[in-house]
């Protein structure tokens, strides 16, 4: 189903769930994002996502996995994802958003986050997590913002988990 969403500048844009079927889709909208963002998202240098790699991010598990696409209205065009994957017990969500750098500024981040946390309330999950690097300061920011606790990643000081309970 297809949902149009309103950012707070006024940018409009339309989600919808990823299928199989968008899995090309899905890797060639990854080729358009920086080089930094790619690695902020994956938190290793992947230059060009392998076929599994987007398979796995356009498989649908209702309740469980979704990747959410931001699409300019009335067309195909991938302008951002959101990927929400919940744990065995379905008690948290990771959430991962990915834009593109020819629509960052207008809020389609804030926008996502807070469908993707509804989405997850509505699985039942008691938190949403995402895993960040510590020099991803702008996602860490947005995240506090909407509520998000940062704490260390043990074992590892160059990341930082934030979380947000409901």
Not at 39 to 67: K, M, N, P, W, Y
Not at 115 to 121: I, L, M, V
Not at 137 to 150: D, N, Q, Y
């Amino acid at each position: 189903p297809m949902n149009d969403l309103v950012t707070r500048t006024g940018f409009r844009f339309s989600t919808r769930p990823a299928t199989p079927a968008d899995a090309e889709a899905v890797a060639a909208f990854f080729d358009i994002v920086s080089d930094e963002d790619r690695r902020f998202r994956f938190l290793s240098s992947v230059r060009h996502l392998t076929v599994a790699q987007a398979q796995d991010i356009a498989a649908f598990d209702h309740g469980r996995h979704e990747t959410i696409l931001a699409l300019l209205p009335g067309t195909d065009e991938i302008i951002a994802a959101a990927t929400l994957a919940a744990d065995q017990a379905i008690e948290i969500a990771e959430v991962a958003i990915s834009i593109s750098p020819h629509y960052k500024g207008r809020g389609i981040g804030w926008t996502l986050l807070d469908y993707a946390a509804a989405q997850a309330r509505q699985w039942g999950v008691r938190a949403i997590q995402s895993i960040e690097s510590r020099e991803n300061h702008a996602a860490i920011t947005l995240e506090r913002e909407k509520g998000f606790v940062a704490r260390p990643v043990d074992g590892d000081h160059a990341l930082v988990l934030l979380e947000r309970q409901f």
